[in-house]
């Protein structure tokens, strides 16, 4: 029968109660030190107290039979609870220095400490009292069996008092701690711009957050069947995966692990199995899932649990962001690619010129040291850059044969045009685009157009841009030419190096030229196919 109100059942308590009495059996015993020159104190000490319990535990006697020896014991063993320390040992006073050292030398405050002498003249009470750091002082006249029984009662509930504060101050510490490494695995995140970086990126920091070797992850992005809520395995899609995931594909999935995958979908929760870990970050709209899976762990304390917790819902908070961003800048990033093919088509260049463009730019952006995201911005700007020609007219924009001086400054116009029609946006892509669609046809040597600067007074975009414009279009049929060899094209290239080109890019480009070769073949045009 069950109880109402949230009260158990009567078998539930008497489980619970069964489980706190083993929970405390398993608790060790009691440490308590003798420390005296005398071996039957010692022995009635143990004698005396051979039958104390407290919380069901009894205790263990550890002896010391001089300062000396009870320092070699205090140092290799910190959790001894009470010491019976006796004054008068090697000299005079060595239980008094022996208290010295264990509080300011070895550092141990929590340690019950009880001086006991059988000359109390040697140390007065009053002054061991006020000037070491102890917590009772008897002669040992007056520690019947009784007193001795009550003064460790007395002294190991004090110890263990210290020990629960400490323990809840060092939980305190590890939360905040905690908190802070799950902030600081967090805003790593945010800043990673594409979904695979992500992916990468999230498998480290959740095995930093964790203290653990990333060697066992797997981060897979999964579409969710809407009907059923189950997940459809035909579309899963491995983002990224280490140890023996790290070359895990789609359809390479275990059975195993796409039941727990969809256990954590069942749930809506992150899933703790046996020595498995499924993370759950859900999209605002529940359709897609991205699930993070992770096994041999071992066992994860619930401050783990509880910080995978607050990092699954800012990780959840990440992946959103991300995918919205992502999609805007695909967007823009596809307008910017059509209108340039709209330009491009115009003026009958080929037909997969500014995809080869972004391309070849991003790589050589990266060659030259530029980081990720400067590269990126390059390789989605640099499509824009011939956008000044939508206003040529056909009649020069479209002769076969050389223009005349007249139509040569009409043509001279396309970047000042470009520039003006980007120029008033306030968005990073388009303002980038304008600068490079400005500035390359600007020269090294300052004699390009429009404005005739030189050098590094030319945005590194633009200077990138002019070398992957001139290699594409010498490479390529034009309405005014055939398609050049390689070698020719690269000679005429090194021609132009320090007048034309930065000579620096230009270098890395010819020297890595093999990579954008390789472009150039992946992007062909019909006409070459």
Not at 122 to 143: F, G, R, S, T
Not at 165 to 193: D, M, N, P, W, Y
Not at 364 to 369: D, E, I, T, V
Not at 496 to 513: A, E, K, R, Y
Request: hydrophobic residues 40%.
């Amino acid at each position: 029968m069950l109880f109402t109100n949230g009260k158990t059942k009567p078998s539930e308590q008497l489980k619970d109660q069964q489980n706190q009495a083993a929970a405390t059996a398993k608790q060790p015993n009691w440490k308590l030190l003798i420390v005296d020159d005398e071996p039957d104190v010692h022995a009635v000490t143990k004698l005396a107290l051979s039958r104390f319990k407290l919380d069901e535990r009894a205790l263990t006697f550890v002896s010391a039979f001089s300062a000396k020896e009870a320092k070699e014991i205090l140092t290799k063993d910190n959790d001894i609870a009470v010491a019976f320390v006796d004054v008068v040992m090697e000299h005079d006073h060595a239980g008094l220095e022996l208290v010295k050292w264990i509080r300011e030398e070895l550092g141990n405050n929590t340690i019950r400490l009880i001086l006991r002498t059988g000359q109390p003249g040697q140390a007065p009470e009053e002054y061991v009292i006020v000037n070491y750091d102890i917590n009772d002082y008897k002669a040992k006249a007056e520690l019947d069996s009784r007193k001795l029984m009550t003064s460790v009662y007395s002294s190991l509930r004090s110890y263990r008092d210290i020990i629960e504060i400490e323990h809840a101050r060092e939980l305190q510490v590890l939360h905040r701690k905690g908190l802070e490494r799950v902030l600081k695995a967090t805003s790593g995140l945010f800043e990673l711009r594409t979904l695979h970086k992500f992916a990468d990126g999230l498998l480290n920091q959740v095995a930093s957050l964790l203290n653990l070797k990333s060697e066992t992850l797997l981060l897979s992005y999964n579409a969710i069947d809407a009907m059923s809520g189950h997940l459809a395995p035909s579309k899963i899609e491995v983002l990224a995966g280490t140890g023996h995931f790290h070359l895990c594909k789609n359809q390479d999935v275990p059975l195993t692990v796409l039941a727990l995958l969809n256990r954590a979908i069942e749930n809506k929760s992150c899933l703790y199995h046996e020595d498995c870990f499924v993370g759950y970050f859900p999209t605002k709209n529940h359709q897609a899932v991205n699930l993070l899976y992770m096994e041999g762990l071992g066992s994860i304390s619930d401050l783990d649990k509880q910080l995978i917790d607050i990092f699954a819902i800012n990780v959840a908070v990440a992946f959103e962001n991300l995918l919205l961003s992502q999609e805007v800048e695909d967007t823009q990033s596809e307008l910017i690619l059509r209108l340039g093919d709209v330009v491009e088509s115009r003026s009958k260049e080929a037909a997969h010129h500014v995809v080869r463009m972004a391309e070849y730019c991003y790589e050589l952006a990266l060659m030259m040291g530029l980081d990720e995201a400067e590269a990126d911005l390059l390789k989605r700007a640099a499509p824009m850059h011939d956008i000044g020609k939508i206003a040529i007219p056909d009649a020069v924009l479209l002769k076969p044969g050389k223009l005349d001086n007249d139509e040569w400054q009409i043509m001279r116009q396309h970047p000042v045009i470009g520039h003006q029609i980007l120029a008033s946006s306030k968005r990073p892509i388009l303002k980038a685009a304008a600068t490079i669609s400005l500035q390359h046809h600007e020269k090294f040597d300052g004699s390009g157009y429009p404005a005739g600067i030189k050098g590094q007074d030319i945005d590194i975009f633009a200077r990138i841009v002019a070398i992957a414009d001139v290699f594409d279009a010498l490479t390529h049929k034009r309405c005014y030419k055939e398609a050049w060899p390689l070698p020719d094209v690269l000679a005429e290239m090194q021609r132009g190096s320090g007048t034309h080109f930065d000579p620096h890019i230009l270098q890395v480009f010819i020297d890595n030229v093999d990579t954008f070769v390789t472009i150039k073949g992946r992007w062909q045009d019909s006409a070459e196919l």
